[in-house]
């Protein structure tokens, strides 16, 4: 294994069983991911969460995963106990949810809550944890940081919220983040305010990015390389720059669906769906 | 056809009270659409519910409002709510989960005292692209897209001339979106329906309109062509911003947005 690689993901499989019988969430993912901005990319359905979710071991309960091989860093994170778990979740990988409205605790302070992120996997004192707080709220353009580090999370609007958790995730100073739809429930220009938060941050500290979306544009434009998901499996793989020629049929019709602001008023192509992708094997490298 | 003159609307009393919209004019013709685009809070919904008549009773409402020489008073007539049908962001959250199909179907035909409601119901449903199977299903048993169909269909039902659009595809998958739009298409064709679309994604207005206002914090910004829009031809810095923000992430634009209150 190469010291570039961050992340290494074979086969992963994630089932679920369920009354009606067993459900397939994941079926054979494998990736690599190195000091890049990698995006996931599929439709509702295409297990895109649930891979995000299998690596951080939170698959919920019911689900069983299963891969050839998951490692960061050199460490087992399939068999790993829920000890080693905690060690590698927020210093090794973190994750930004979708909506800070959910995912903030509302009877903390924000500042407590950052500073229980950090105070969780460093020993630091109570004071330099504040600083610490501090610093991270301003690299996060927030702009008065002792007045936020007070308030409660509804007191904040939506935008400052994920960048509250923007700052959460980033004070254990992990090396992976998952970003699991981190801005869709945020208006597009702040939304893109705070990506840009993320996409400096990241490329500061030199830290690797699994962007999960279903905003095909914005994944486009955001990211370095792009996984397309479709029915638990990885049906292409591209850089950001190839995706208007990508090859797969799915691929393609995803991007022609999408309405264009230099398009005209005609019929939109519509998806036609191939029974044969469900059985071809996935995407190869 | 729609013809609105300084409407306001203001929720709640003295220093609770809220300015949702802030004298909004607008016209629009029979067989247009007209897309109302704007960030969260900007009033663009607030502008619909008014005209539709079905904001809260704690909102005061003041303006013009005509819809096909009709004006419109504090209480919508029978004819104007059979005439003006609207259709919902959530497909969810606006179908009854205990009522059937068939049941929400029949229902806005029941209250309009129409005949022949099975016929209509079918039809509608035909309509919309779903089989006659489907009258008999809960919205549970049935996709997103679908209940987006069944919502477009119970909206049909009464023969309306407008319909209202309220974000009718946010909620789902851009492949199930681009058949959603494409119904709409349709059944304006066929029909000569007028919609009203709110959405704040200038694409689909851009793919579905003729033009548009950008409304920001209850005010419109600027109305325009779906042309000028496409052209880059605005000449509001804050309609320029939406713009370049709905083109995608780019590092060095996003520097230069500023912070409009």
């Known amino acids: ?285 | 056809m729609i013809d609105i003159e300084g409407l306001d609307v203001v929720f709640g009393h003295g220093k609770n009270s809220f300015h949702a919209v802030r004298d909004v004019s607008l016209r629009v013709e029979k067989g247009q659409s007209f897309g109302l685009v704007g960030e969260s809070g900007s009033g663009k919904t607030t502008v619909l519910r008014a005209l539709a008549g079905i904001l809260e009773r704690v909102a005061r409402v003041s303006g013009d409002m005509t819809v096909a020489e009709e004006t419109l008073l504090r209480h919508r007539s029978q004819s104007f709510r059979r005439r003006v049908q609207m259709v919902f962001q959530d497909p969810f959250g606006s179908l009854h989960p205990r009522h059937t199909v068939d049941t929400i179907l029949s229902e806005p035909a029941r209250v309009h005292k129409l005949d022949r409601i099975e016929q209509r119901v079918v039809h509608a449903l035909e309509e919309v692209g779903l089989d006659a199977s489907f009258r008999f299903r809960y919205p549970h048993q049935i996709s997103g897209g679908q209940r987006q169909r069944v919502s477009v269909a119970r909206a049909l039902i009464t023969g309306p001339e407008i319909i209202l659009l309220d974000e009718p595809t946010s909620a789902l998958d851009v492949s199930v979106q681009a058949e959603v739009l494409n119904l709409l298409m349709r059944l304006k064709r066929e029909h000569g329906l007028t919609y009203i679309l709110v959405s704040h994604n200038l694409a689909v207005v851009a793919h579905m309109c003729e033009s548009l206002s950008v409304m920001q914090n209850g005010s419109v910004v600027e109305t325009m062509s779906v042309q000028q829009l496409r052209e880059h031809s605005s000449t509001m810095p804050y309609t320029q911003q939406l713009l370049t923000a709905s083109l995608g992430y780019d590092r060095t634009a996003i520097d230069a947005f500023e912070e409009f209150a």
Request: aromatic fraction near 4%; proline fraction near 5%; charged fraction near 20%.
């Open chain 1, 1 to 285: 294994m190469s010291d570039s690689k961050l992340l290494i993901v074979e086969d992963l499989h994630v089932t679920y069983n369920t009354p009606t019988g067993l459900v397939r969430a994941v079926s054979g993912v494998s990736f690599e991911l190195g000091h890049e901005k990698l995006g996931i990319v599929g439709e509702s359905g295409s297990g895109k969460s649930q891979t995000g979710r299998a690596i951080l071991g939170l698959t919920a309960t019911g689900g069983t995963v299963g891969a050839r091989r998951l490692a960061f860093k050199g460490t087992n994170l399939l068999n790993a106990s829920e000890r080693t778990m905690r060690q590698v979740r927020g210093s090794g990988i973190s994750m930004i949810m979708q909506d800070p409205k959910y995912s903030l605790n509302p009877v903390m302070t924000v500042g407590s809550q950052i500073e229980e992120a950090l105070l969780i996997h460093n020993r630091t004192s109570k004071r330099v944890a504040r600083e610490r707080t501090y610093e991270m709220l301003r690299a996060v353009k927030i702009r008065e940081p002792e007045r936020v580090y007070k308030a409660y999370p509804h007191e904040v609007s939506g935008g400052m919220g994920q960048r509250i958790m923007i700052a959460m995730m980033m004070i254990p100073e992990p090396a992976i983040i998952i970003a699991d739809e981190p801005t869709s429930a945020l208006d597009v220009t702040v939304q893109l305010q705070v990506l840009a938060v993320l996409d400096d941050m990241i490329s500061e500290r030199g830290m690797g990015l699994i962007f999960i979306s279903h905003d095909l544009n914005l994944i486009a434009s955001f990211c370095d390389r792009i996984l397309i998901m479709y029915d638990g499996r990885v049906v292409e793989e591209c850089t950001a720059a190839e995706l208007e020629q990508a090859q797969h049929p799915y691929t393609r019709g995803l991007v022609n669906c999408l309405p264009r602001l230099d398009g005209g008023q005609d019929e939109l192509p519509v998806l036609k769906r191939d029974p044969s992708w469900l059985t071809t094997p996935g995407a190869t490298r």
